[in-house]
């Protein structure tokens, strides 16, 4: 018996070990036309392999690049597309650049050290008071989802100090939205929004 596990490992297995013996030997034709010709027969194959695929964007470019990987790159043919080399497949990734810098709250994120920056720098007090006070809810609902139970104003305050070294503080009368009163508030507009009881 001639078993698959005998037999060599499939380059592209979703198309089957038929799909590739086509492959194969549409490699050894020596005629360039017919060559070609047997590489279209072997497209319509497997295009007909996934025709709910059909309607995905360069659906059929995809198709004869993986025609080209399944012969190796041997397939001398004349291919209707651009087609990826194998240098380009093997290439590894360039590496992500990570930033290096540090954000001392975790929970606040970068964004909020960011926005204290812009904060320190504005020059019209009204305008910086408002922005403060917006930073300081920010913050609270990002500690909330962080940790529930040790969310206090005061907290917020003495972070939001912290943070901008000083610069940044907030009036003592200064009242926070409560972030469990903001999550009510947003599932009571949703429940006024989608209410099928309602007559139109």
Request: hydrophobic share 30%; proline share 3%; with cysteine.
């Amino acid at each position: 018996m001639d078993y698959n596990s005998n037999r060599k490992n499939l380059i592209l297995p979703e198309y089957g070990r038929h799909v590739q013996k086509m492959v194969d030997h549409a490699i050894t034709i020596e005629d360039r036309e017919e060559r070609t010709k047997c590489a279209k027969t072997i497209i319509g194959i497997m295009g007909n392999m996934f025709p709910h695929l059909r309607d995905v964007n360069d659906f059929k470019h995809k198709l004869w690049d993986h025609l080209a990987i399944m012969s190796d790159f041997q397939l001398d043919i004349d291919y209707p597309y651009e087609l990826l080399t194998k240098e380009t497949l093997t290439k590894r990734p360039d590496k992500i650049p990570y930033k290096n810098s540090r954000i001392s709250y975790m929970h606040y994120g970068e964004l909020v050290e960011k926005l204290i920056e812009q904060a320190i720098k504005l020059e019209d007090e009204t305008e910086r008071k408002h922005l403060v006070v917006m930073i300081a809810n920010h913050m609270k609902k990002s500690l909330f989802i962080w940790n529930k139970d040790s969310v206090t104003d005061e907290r917020i305050f003495d972070d939001l100090k912290r943070l901008s070294k000083g610069q940044l503080v907030v009036a003592e009368d200064t009242k926070l939205t409560e972030f469990k009163e903001y999550n009510q508030n947003r599932n009571n507009k949703k429940k006024q929004k989608y209410n099928p009881r309602k007559k139109k």
